[in-house]
């Protein structure tokens, strides 16, 4: 199977503008944001989609949301920031590698969409 467009971000084979990462997870400013601060975080283990994780992911996906916080402080969103997780092409998942948007920096409606 051949990589995903964020594995490669992940193993440094496209450049991406990265803001974090660790052992776990990788995050890059996206190239078509849709708001001022528009981060894709994701997990270097390639999950397709959310409803493909399993209970071995557990500690990943905590993981992910206990550091998508520590992004939007760091780009100066502490106080609000939106997370999207889209599962699949009905509702825009475009890539398909689990990622979390961490939006910031203009107001959002409820609900989105």
């Known amino acids: 199977m051949s990589k995903t467009l964020f594995e490669?971000?992940?193993d440094r084979e496209?450049?991406?503008e990265i803001v974090y990462?660790?052992?776990l997870c990788v995050a890059f400013k996206d190239?078509?944001?849709?708001?001022?601060?528009h981060v894709q975080l994701v997990p270097r283990k390639p999950i397709t989609m959310l409803m493909n994780a399993d209970a071995g992911?557990?500690?990943?996906?905590g993981?992910?949301?206990?550091?998508a916080p520590r992004i939007a402080a760091a780009?100066?969103?502490a106080d609000a920031f939106r997370l999207a997780v889209n599962n699949?092409?009905?509702?825009?998942?475009?890539?398909f590698h689990l990622h979390i948007h961490i939006l910031a920096g203009r107001p959002f409606k409820w609900p989105p969409g």
């Open 31 to 37: 190239i078509n944001p849709q708001a001022p601060f």
């Open 63 to 67: 993981h992910l949301l206990l550091t």
């Open 21 to 23: 990462e660790d052992e």
């Open 57 to 61: 992911d557990q500690a990943l996906l």
């Open 88 to 95: 699949g092409a009905a509702v825009g998942q475009s890539v």
């Open 8 to 10: 490669k971000i992940c």
């Open 14 to 16: 496209i450049p991406a």
């Open 75 to 77: 780009g100066g969103y």
